[in-house]
């Protein structure tokens, strides 16, 4: 599968016998909601530690002069997974945008459970969640959210990618990082070396069949070079690739033991580069 071409095939059948139904994303995201965080999804748990140790060198990127609180915005939240890592940030004020209904009620629900939880003084300001589609160019993100345009100073986008052409993906980020002159994107996605064998998708327990959205498998140097071409640059020593062994197979559940030997994850830290105008 190339980078720029996305699953061609409506339905198929695997080598198993198993029918495969390709949807749109948005019709699998909302159909793939109710299991998406107990499937025991290889890529998910790996992106869960990956996340935590990347996001405080995010946060340390942003600017000492800030003087206000930042503005966080998990682009493509899903059900919340990450967005839940950023509501101890103190003062924070945190975005969640999602294509799929489904899946965002799951994560405003989560969220806002958890954040009630948290002592005022150690949790995010505020949190506003909304559906939001990457691609629809005449849905803008203002027009998403009643308070007008983001404005966000970091993007953190995780296991998004994989959906989008990057010149979409980039072009969004950039019109929602437009007022932060040293704006941080923290990007995750499947690896290159996993897409060329897999792709997203999960079993319907309702139907038994496999579900698969649109995928796009991008490689690392995509990703860097579709960075650089939107006026990013990688944060030296951001870059991640994670592949599994037997530990981790062993400690991540019985999906990951085929993966074992593959590269299946990788990541980094992109700002805006020095001297650009914004």
Known sequence: MSSSTPSPIPQETSASGRKV??????????????????????????????VVRLLPQVLSLLPTDLNRPPKIL?????????????????G?????????????????DRCTTAWNTLPPDQRAASLTF???????????????????????DVVIST???????????????????????????????????????????FNDPATGEKIRPVSYNHSVEDLVEAARAAGYE??????????????????????AGK???????MGGIFRRRVGREV
């Open 21 to 50: 139904t390709y949807l749109s994303t948005l019709e699998a995201y909302d159909k793939w909601a109710s299991v998406y965080d107990s499937d025991g999804n290889v890529l998910q748990a790996i992106d869960d530690e990956e």
């Open 74 to 90: 998990d682009l493509g939240c899903g059900t919340g997974r990450n967005t839940l890592k950023l509501l101890g940030i103190p």
């Open 92 to 108: 924070a004020v945190i975005y969640g945008l999602d294509l799929s209904p489904k899946m965002l009620q799951i994560a405003e």
């Open 130 to 152: 909304r559906t939001h589609d990457v691609l629809d160019k005449n849905h803008t993100v203002t027009e998403s959210l009643p308070a007008g345009p983001i404005a966000a």
């Open 159 to 201: 296991l998004v990618v994989e959906h989008v052409p990057l010149a979409d993906f980039f072009a969004e980020v950039d019109g929602l990082l437009a007022a932060a002159p040293s704006g941080v994107l923290l990007v995750t996605n499947m690896h290159a070396d996993m897409g060329s064998r897999s792709q997203a998708g």
């Open 234 to 255: 990688l944060v030296e020593g951001s870059a991640v690739e994670r592949g599994v062994d037997e530990e981790m197979a062993r400690r991540l559940g019985p999906r």
């Open 259 to 265: 993966w074992v030997g593959v590269r299946t994850w």
